[in-house]
């Protein structure tokens, strides 16, 4: 079946549905991901000029690199599977792109060649495959991961193992995900002296990305581990408390309600996420031609706009724990702001936001409207 993406056309296997993540092997569903990348490896070459290679690490149907060669990016395509390299190589040719590309575990590829940016898009957890990933690349690293219930809790012992953290499942499942997996991705990166920094994260549809930048040096590794810390949360009122540092000291009662039905989870990434400017600047590489154009430059658009708190509110599951109405996104912001709190919406669907405030004082903030 003949697919165009993003200027390119792709040969790819078979009726592909929008199905199942681990089903597919060209996914439709994935494009705005793929779209987003091509505008950030665009940003990312003005940002850092010597940038050039980019190792598509598990490429399937070569969509990512065909498209990142089209960008003329040096680009190197691997798969383990037969099929998946003959297509990605005809796929090259087909776009008259120039690529390598390398039948092989990429974990082995990763250990021995240096490259620029290096884009992990497993089925699944990328962990098995992140030392690798830090161990010789220069500049940025690009994760996907597909396995949100593991990493956001609800599948517990999984994502215990996986990550090697503790993620629990709460009302903001989809940020526990994001940041137990950068924290297990610092982790590994400290392991070869190298801090992480975060430039553009999203949880989108059941995977997450993360776009992370790399500083080799042991200083900005220790950086990255300060940055980790643990999550104390009340699943009775749903107060949350950020406590930074590896050693954790939990809650035992609930410092809002008094109850006792506090998780903790960790160690999670507190750090910040998003890097605003540098979201800006990719926003302004998305093309109109890019299909998903407008959706990706919304979602850019509330990326950069997004409070630096290690998680957001759902104003609805709120107002339900609180047996009251709902109000219009816009007033209930609005009444937190005039109440003298920093207050945005979150990307993690139409109903989050996240705030300063203490979840008592979003309720003094908004209940008069409550109605
Ligand atoms: C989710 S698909 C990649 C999708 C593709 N990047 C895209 O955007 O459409 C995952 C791919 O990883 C490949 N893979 C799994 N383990 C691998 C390994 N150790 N080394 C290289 N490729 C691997 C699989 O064969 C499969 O083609
Ligand atoms: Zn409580």
Redesign the pocket.
Known sequence: MRVTEGGVELEVPGEQTEGI??AV???PR?EL??DLTIATLRAYREREERATSYL??????G??GVRAAADGWDVTC????EE?VDLARANLERNDCEGRVEH????A?MHEEPFDVI?L???GTPM??ADAAFANCRDLVCV?A?DTAPMCGAHFNSGVRSYSAVPRNTDYHAEMGVRTLISALARSAARFDVGIEPLLTHATSHYVRTYLELTHKPTAADAAIDELGHLYHCEDCLYREADPGLIADPLETCPHCGGNRMLTAGPVWLGHVQDPTFIGTVRDEIPYTFDTAPKARELCDTLAAELDEPTHYDQHKLCRNWGLPANAMDEFLADLRDAGYAASRAHYGGTTFKTDASVGEIRAATENNLD
């Open positions: 993540e681990e092997f060209y996914n994935q991901n793929r598509d690490a598990m490429t399937a149907s969509v990512r691997c798969d383990v599977d998946a092989r575990n990429v974990t590829l884009d898009d497993p089925y098995p495959f996907t597909t």
